[in-house]
Nanobody, 120 residues
Framework: QVQLVESGGGLVQAGRSLRLSCAASGTIFSIHAMCWYRQAPGKQRELVATIASGGSTNYADSVKGRFTISGDNAKNTVYLQMNILKPEDTAGYYC??????????????WGQGTQVTVSS
C-alpha cells in the first residue's frame, strides 16, 4: 500500500507564509503526478496546484503568483510554498498522488490533510 502524509499546516496571520509537505511511501514504482487540493467548510473542493513527473506545474487562478508547488522525486515528496497568505486561503489542504505501484496499476491516493488557518 501507499501512504501520503502531509505536514506544515498551522495558524498564521495574513501576509505570512507556510510550506506544506507531502511525503509518499510504500510500494511505489513511480509517481506520475502529485497535487494539492483544498476544501473549506461549505465550499467545493478546489484543485490548488499540480506537478507532473516531468516538472510541469499548474495553479488555480486564486493562488497564482503566491503559491509554488515543487517536488523532490528522490524523496517522493511534494511541497507547496504558500506566500502572502489570505484569510480566504483558510482550508484543509490535501495531497493527492497518481502512483504507479510496483508490479501493479496506477492508483490515486489521498493524504489525511493538514489544516491551514489564516487570520486577518
Amino acid at each position: 500500500q501507499v501512504q501520503l502524509v502531509e505536514s506544515g499546516g498551522g495558524l498564521v496571520q495574513a501576509g505570512r507564509s507556510l510550506r506544506l509537505s507531502c511525503a509518499a511511501s510504500g510500494t511505489i514504482f513511480s509517481i506520475h503526478a502529485m497535487c494539492w487540493y483544498r476544501q473549506a467548510p461549505g465550499k467545493q473542493r478546489e484543485l490548488v496546484a499540480t506537478i507532473a513527473s516531468g516538472g510541469s506545474t499548474n495553479y488555480a487562478d486564486s493562488v497564482k503568483g503566491r503559491f509554488t508547488i515543487s517536488g523532490d522525486n528522490a524523496k517522493n515528496t511534494v511541497y507547496l510554498q504558500m506566500n502572502i497568505l489570505k484569510p480566504e486561503d483558510t482550508a484543509g489542504y490535501y495531497c493527492n498522488a497518481d502512483v504507479h505501484l510496483k508490479f501493479g496499476p496506477n492508483v490515486r491516493y489521498w493524504g489525511q490533510g493538514t489544516q491551514v488557518t489564516v487570520s486577518s
